[in-house]
């Protein structure tokens, strides 16, 4: 059974620092992974998405990727209020179409002013 | 461009009725995906859908079903609704060709009475 984990948190960050957020998976077959951004009452935002082992930036995000130990993690630089929601780690086992995303809890982030 | 799109906001129901829930996918996109999010978890996967047939099916009950139409907009059927179906139905859109990026619409919150 595939599972995904994150530390459902709140994780507590202050203003202008570094947030960073983890997630382990359980299927090895898995081949791309993804991080939403949820604030309350709305729907997820994709914000990062992550397929080779190794590091990918996009302006503050920064996805990491260890295929031999599982694990995702997504580092926030110069973080602000308005990055405060729970972000859902997401991980795909086909690597196109045909399969559908298992989720995490999602970690609460506060990002404290 | 059209993100996605879904109706209706929000809905009432009650024990043994029937629900249908309407979804446009993001302009260009090819494949839907259900999901249903319960308060606190993440997004669970229903099923996925792509040249009008269910491509892959989640963990739920045949009381779950769908259908895509030719111009890609789907629908989620749930019938004899229980109390345990209250939650957020989530659809979100995808190229079938691609590394399943997903991107949601804003969700239906339905509950159940």
């Known amino acids: 059974q595939k599972e995904v984990e994150q530390n459902s948190g709140p994780l507590s960050v202050p203003e202008g620092a570094i947030a960073s957020l983890n997630c382990t998976y359980s299927?090895?077959?898995?081949?791309?992974f993804f991080w939403y951004r949820q604030y309350s009452g709305k729907s997820p935002e994709l914000i990062m998405s992550i397929y080779s082992n190794g590091d990918k930036e996009d302006g503050r995000f920064t996805a990491q990727l260890n295929k031999a130990s599982q694990y995702v993690s997504l580092l926030i630089r110069d973080s602000q209020p308005s990055d405060s929601a729970t972000y859902l780690c997401?991980?795909?086992?086909?690597?196109?179409?045909?399969?559908?995303?298992?989720f995490g809890k999602g970690t609460h982030l506060i990002i404290q002013p | 461009d059209a993100g996605v799109t879904q109706s209706p906001t929000h809905l009432i129901k009650t024990r043994g009725q029937q629900v249908t829930l309407r979804c446009s996918p993001k302009s260009g996109h090819d494949t839907v995906s259900w999901y249903q999010q319960a308060l606190g978890q993440g997004p669970q996967f229903i099923f996925q859908y792509y040249e009008e047939e269910e491509r892959q099916r989640g963990n739920f009950p045949d009381r779950f079903s769908g259908h895509q139409f030719p111009n890609y907009s789907s629908e989620l059927n749930v019938n004899a609704l229980l109390l345990g179906d209250s939650a957020l139905y989530l659809c979100?859109?995808?190229?079938?060709?691609?590394?399943?990026?997903?991107?949601f619409g804003p969700g239906t919150r339905l509950t159940v009475l």
């Open positions: 979100a859109s995808s190229l079938w060709a691609d590394y399943n990026e997903q991107f």
């Open positions: 299927d090895r077959g898995s081949q791309s």
């Open positions: 997401a991980c795909e086992y086909s690597g196109g179409g045909a399969d559908g995303l298992t």
